[in-house]
């Protein structure tokens, strides 16, 4: 009977992983459970969306690496399965080099990115104290690929830089997928925001992130972040995410 009940789950998530994968939104889920839960946020949030005359209310979302913090100096480390070989990615390139090695099958090493290691304030940290300012603490929130156990080390800096938004408003995805950050936004929207802000560094997650809110009947705004004193670098990243030529190369004429 165990193993007709697992062939059966077995079954079950299979097939639904393949009608969740049609959605466009749902990042990887490891078990048919997960896969349900989403699948009842989609609804909740259809059914939001079919809703009419919605009361207002507002977020803002912001990475948090190289949107409030910059030139950090954390890493990750990236194990290669077979040879054991390691690689380290600072947290700058997390977003795009960490889906990459992933598809190749690493594993990770997070124990560094838990930490906030130097740093100075980054290109979007003024406008997150202006939101603040305006709207307040309670909407604010934090949402990075960092994992779940960086939030502690991300509040204290904010609040060694004055800044105090509740703990439970900063979110470590532990995953650099666009796709994550999107289905979290989707979340937020089940949950009753209709009216959302959404900053990041990375191309792919701005990307996700508006493919999912522009199917939403709500207002939102969805930017991507770039140091204001080094246009090269947004640039870089751009073509790096289009062009696949890393974006730390440098060229003759």
Do not use: C
């Amino acid at each position: 009977k165990l193993k007709q009940a697992y062939a059966a789950e077995q079954t079950a998530f299979k097939t639904n992983k393949k009608i969740a994968s049609k959605t466009g939104v749902l990042a990887e889920s490891r078990t048919n459970k997960e896969l349900i839960e989403k699948a009842k946020m989609i609804d909740k949030a259809l059914e939001l969306g079919a809703k009419r005359n919605k009361k207002a209310r507002g977020m803002s979302t912001f990475d948090f690496d190289e949107t409030l913090i910059d030139k950090g100096k954390n890493f990750i480390v990236a194990i290669e399965p077979n040879t054991g070989r390691k690689v380290k990615i600072s947290s700058g390139k997390w977003p795009i080099e960490g889906p990459k090695f992933t598809e190749q099958g690493f594993t990770f090493d997070f124990s560094d990115f838990v930490k906030v290691r130097g740093g100075v304030e980054g290109p979007m940290f003024k406008k997150f104290k202006e939101r603040i300012a305006k709207f307040g603490p309670d909407n604010m929130y934090i949402l990075t690929a960092r994992p779940p156990e960086a939030a502690t080390a991300i509040y204290g800096w904010l609040k060694s830089k004055g800044i105090d938004i509740p703990f439970e408003n900063i979110t470590g995805l532990g995953n650099s997928k666009g796709e994550a950050k999107a289905e979290w936004m989707l979340k937020k929207f089940s949950e009753g925001y209709n009216d959302m802000y959404f900053v990041d560094d990375a191309l792919p997650n701005v990307k996700a992130v508006k493919d999912v809110l522009s199917q939403l009947d709500i207002k939102s705004d969805v930017q991507l972040a770039y140091s204001k004193t080094n246009l090269n670098k947004g640039v870089n990243k751009i073509m790096e995410h289009s062009l696949d030529i890393g974006s730390e190369k440098v060229f003759s004429k």
